[in-house]
């Protein structure tokens, strides 16, 4: 099956420091790749959607200057959080969509970020 | 505005007990009800998806359905190994743009 990558699965941070993550889909071309937000107890929710060399589609109420999102190449997005606040504390999952068919669409294993 | 609800928010069940799991949609411009089984600490993996009334999947020990309002995805002598978060989500149109919006999810666990 298809596989996507997240780096790191982890990371801990201080407030005001900005956090890059990585979303790699490791055996196809994705013509999408989208990123979500998963709080405890919630809904995953969408917070963006991504096009290679395009600027990123952000969803109502994600703020684009804080989540900034770099499409560069058919397999690699990556996704910073910059001057993060402990509010932003949370688990983002990252997907690759093969084709236009949503049932091609692959999450990542997720990164779970702390921020103190 | 759109909305999905899934139920029960957690549910317990001893090996091979069969239940049924729930999702309720109020969406417009449905385009397809998707079904994904999700692990501690892990990405959402893809398990069915339904385009139309009346349609059903079936995998293994499970098996989904779709009503005009509702999906349920029904396991049917379940294992230890079935616990997980199960996730819907519907395809729907929203702002000229596509987007699978999910509910909160239901947390089976399967008790040996």
């Known amino acids: 099956g298809a596989v996507v990558s997240q780096h790191p699965s982890r990371v801990i941070c201080k407030s005001g420091t900005s956090v890059k993550i990585e979303c790699r889909s490791l055996?196809?071309?994705?013509?999408?790749m989208f990123w979500y937000r998963q709080f405890p107890k919630k809904s995953l929710m969408l917070m963006a959607t991504s096009n290679e060399g395009s600027k990123a589609t952000y969803e109502q109420g994600v703020e684009k200057d804080k989540f900034l999102i770099n499409h560069a190449s058919l397999t690699l997005s990556t996704l910073t959080v910059t001057s993060a606040h402990p509010e932003d504390s949370s688990f983002y999952i990252c997907?690759?969509?093969?084709?236009?068919?949503?049932?091609?669409?692959?999450f990542g294993p997720g990164t779970r970020l702390l921020v103190l | 505005e759109d909305q999905v609800t899934q139920s029960p928010e957690a549910l317990r069940l001893q090996e091979g007990e069969s239940s049924s799991l729930n999702c309720s949609y109020t969406?417009?411009?449905?385009?397809?009800l998707f079904w994904y089984r999700q692990d501690p600490g892990k990405g959402p993996e893809f398990l069915f998806t339904?385009?139309?009334a009346g349609e059903e999947k079936e995998k293994e020990r499970l098996k989904a359905t779709l009503t005009k309002k509702e999906s349920f995805l029904h396991i049917t002598a379940p294992k230890p190994e079935d616990s997980a978060t199960y996730l819907c989500?519907?395809?729907?149109?929203?702002?000229?743009?596509?987007?699978?919006?999910f509910g909160k999810g239901t947390k089976l666990t399967v008790n040996p």
């Open positions: 969406v417009s411009g449905l385009r397809g």
């Open positions: 989500a519907v395809h729907l149109t929203q702002g000229g743009s596509e987007k699978l919006v």
């Open positions: 339904l385009y139309s």
């Open positions: 055996d196809f071309q994705a013509t999408t």
């Open positions: 997907s690759a969509r093969r084709t236009n068919l949503w049932e091609t669409q692959y």
